[in-house]
Nanobody, 120 residues
């Protein structure tokens, strides 16, 4: 059974840094691109970052966000720097076999999400 388990969310103040992690199990890590999507209240889920562990290619919606992977631990971490109130939302980890795509419909697996709340 494939599981994606997010952790590290919480309440932070604007301007702080926050790291959230996703541990994948039940899949061959190098065969999947791992993405982070955010769903703000009342809005659609949108991609914020992605990494393909097979070649370390990455994508992030803005430079404040970086992503890294530890293949030995099947873990992908989203590094959120200088967070802003608009970063608030539930952050979902996803796994996709095709590669880093932005469509929520192309993701093969989803985690349960971790709440990130940024206070001003």
């Amino acid at each position: 059974e494939v599981q994606l388990l997010e952790s590290g969310g919480g309440l932070v103040q604007a301007g702080e840094n926050l790291n959230i992690s996703c541990v994948a199990s039940g899949l061959r890590f190098v065969d999947y691109a791992i993405g982070w999507f955010r769903q703000a209240p009342g809005k659609e889920r949108e991609r914020v970052s992605c990494i393909s562990p097979s070649d370390d290619s990455t994508y992030s919606v803005e430079a404040r966000f970086t992503i890294s992977a530890d293949s030995a631990k099947n873990t992908v971490t989203l590094h959120m720097n200088r967070v802003k109130p608009e970063d608030t939302g539930v952050y979902f980890c996803s796994a996709e076999t095709v590669g880093c795509t932005e469509s929520v419909y192309h993701q093969n697996y989803w985690g349960q999400g971790t709440q990130v709340t940024v206070s001003s």
